[in-house]
């Protein structure tokens, strides 16, 4: 799967996707993430891509021809799955999107910044629209490096247990059950027995039941 990120922070995405999973994921040659300075594609040699907003108001509004030429440059290039803008108006992310997602091959990522885009860029281009929750960041790096991260570690072959997505909280509309490692006993805290016990249909019974009794507990909504 191949990422092209645009972004007028670009360093922000450097460390996020540069660590652990992600890299490996790109190490493997599973992933390709290209990020993309959006400040390359300035409409003057002071690199504006951000201009005042018709009729007014506080705030900069990123405009339409610097992301217009990086998003050309890319589809000339190569046909793209998705063209996704990171915004808190968007589509909240939760797994089922994010399973849906890492069925693609090529996807554009475009971070907003400022007050967002021109409302053009999104009619235009933009293809999908996604949020990562009910409260505003500074711009969209930190929703993409969410999103990119979500996405990669359900790529075949990325994690090296390939059940172990599976069993993440959400793939089966249940939070996780509980999980334990050594020491069995930490100062009179101990693991439940049955854990220890071996036998495995047993242990696969009492997880099923440990996740619907947490997600009842913290999440009644996903059981309805
Ligand atoms: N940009 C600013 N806030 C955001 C959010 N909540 N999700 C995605 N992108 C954003």
């Not at 390709?32 to 690199?47: C, S, T, V, W």
């Not at 939760?94 to 890492?102: D, H, K, M, Y």
């Not at 929750?133 to 996405?151: C, H, K, P, Q, R």
């Not at 069993?167 to 996780?176: E, K, P, R």
Request: aromatic residues 8%; negative net charge; charged residues 25%.
């Amino acid at each position: 799967m191949r990422f092209d990120i645009i972004s007028v922070q670009p360093d922000l995405l450097l460390s996020p996707l540069g660590h652990s999973i992600v890299k490996r994921a790109q190490n493997k040659g599973l992933v390709e993430i290209h990020i993309h300075d959006l400040r390359q594609f300035a409409i003057n040699k002071y690199g504006q891509v951000d201009d005042y907003a018709f009729g007014g108001g506080a705030g900069m509004v990123m405009m339409i021809e610097p992301i217009a030429k990086c998003i050309n440059n890319l589809q000339a290039e190569r046909t793209y799955d998705a063209v996704i803008y990171m915004t808190p108006d968007g589509e909240t992310l939760r797994q089922p999107l994010v399973n849906r997602l890492s069925l693609l091959q090529n996807v554009i990522i475009l971070c907003g910044h400022y007050k967002g885009v021109d409302e053009r860029v999104r009619q235009k281009y933009i293809t999908y629209e996604i949020s990562i929750g009910d409260y505003v960041l500074s711009g969209g790096e930190l929703g993409a490096a969410v999103l990119t991260d979500a996405i990669i570690r359900l790529i075949p072959g990325v994690l090296n247990d390939e059940s172990s997505a599976l069993t993440d909280s959400f793939q089966d509309g249940l939070l996780a059950p509980p999980v334990y490692t050594r020491p069995a006993d930490y100062e009179g805290m101990k693991v439940p027995d049955i854990l220890l016990s071996g036998d495995t249909p047993k242990v696969e019974q009492w997880r099923f039941e440990q996740a619907i009794a947490r997600t009842r507990q913290r999440r009644p909504d996903l059981l309805e």
